[in-house]
């Protein structure tokens, strides 16, 4: 079994694949989060709809999507 997983190790580094994740919907207080820390700045409704959307299915995607809304809307200031 050993062998295998470091032969697949090697692979995934020669065709520089990252490991795949698995996705995990935000719960109730994790989507609370979320949307409190997009609410601590002026966004339009749209942004937070679809992060709360993207968080149904992904939680980390919709961290992702917040964090890179925030630090663009931060950049342009």
């Known amino acids: 079994m050993a062998d295998t997983t470091m032969l697949d190790n090697r692979i995934n580094k020669q065709i520089n694949f990252e490991p795949l994740e698995a996705t995990v919907?935000?719960?109730?207080?994790?989507?609370?989060?979320?949307a409190e820390k997009l609410t601590q700045v002026a966004i339009p409704l749209q942004v937070l709809l679809?992060?709360?959307?993207?968080?149904?299915?992904d939680k980390a995607a919709a961290f992702r999507y917040a964090d890179k809304y925030l630090n663009n809307t931060r950049s342009t200031l």
């Open 50 to 57: 679809q992060a709360l959307n993207i968080a149904k299915y």
């Open 25 to 34: 919907a935000a719960t109730e207080e994790e989507s609370v989060i979320l």
